[in-house]
């Protein structure tokens, strides 16, 4: 599909889109502002998981990522390497590189930024069958499949949006890499830290929210990014 689907983007692009940027920069290849579509998104994806990762700090996960061990063995196990690089890459380059250009043409901006990823999250209930062969029941894999249908579908309209406003593929890929590996924040084990712990993982929680609702506009202003296709949202 990642090879099949840029075909698909270029038979369907209109020639009024291609006149305001190349094929490849429709669909945020480019080295203009490259750099900083690689560190200021993943920055801002960061603070929203500011609670989560106060967890980790705080049960002492955080340090396993200065071990190279950690990495090595990582790197090893096929499913680690399909969630984490495989997964966003493909993702990210079907449902956003090849898919918002097409979008673009026949709806408005925020339209776009929230019908495509449905059809992303419809895309993941793939997994169904993987926890039924896992040995869940239908009614609790059905379950739980809705409510991943639920959170990825936000993060693709957070995905989609971060790829009109940078105008970078990559904007995007390194956002999606780092959600895939900390996951869907696991609020129930906030019970598990001592009284005191818990208020700051609660107020980490509140923080990293607060700033990130704050810093999201600003922050993926477009002209930081040289961006002069997508100026639509």
Not at 14 to 22: A, P, R
Not at 106 to 125: E, K, M, N, Q, Y
């Amino acid at each position: 599909m990642m090879l099949f689907a840029p075909f698909i983007t270029r038979l369907f692009l209109t020639e009024e889109n291609l006149n305001k940027g190349t094929f490849f920069e429709q669909m945020g290849l480019r080295l203009s502002g490259l750099i900083m579509a690689t560190i200021f998104p993943l920055f801002l994806t960061v603070v929203l998981f500011m609670g989560p990762l106060s967890m980790q700090y705080l049960s002492g996960l955080l340090k396993l990522y200065a071990e190279p061990v950690y990495w090595i063995s990582n790197w090893q196990d096929l499913v680690w390497v399909r969630n984490h690089i495989m997964a966003p890459l493909s993702e990210e380059w079907v449902f956003r590189a090849c898919m918002m250009p097409l979008l673009l043409q026949c709806l408005d901006p925020l339209t776009a930024v929230f019908s495509g990823p449905l059809l992303f999250g419809i895309a993941h209930f793939h997994h169904m069958l993987e926890q039924i062969r896992g040995g869940l029941a239908i009614r609790t894999a059905l379950m739980v499949s809705l409510f991943q249908f639920t959170y990825t579908s936000l993060f693709g309209a957070y995905s989609a949006y971060i790829f009109l406003r940078t105008g970078h593929f990559a904007a995007s890929l390194v956002a999606h890499i780092f959600c895939n590996h900390m996951g869907f924040p696991n609020f129930s084990a906030v019970i598990y830290f001592p009284p005191l712990q818990r208020v700051l993982i609660v107020f980490c929680f509140l923080l990293g929210l607060g700033l990130w609702s704050i810093m999201l506009v600003p922050i993926t202003n477009p002209d930081i990014y040289d961006n002069r296709i997508y100026r639509v949202i």
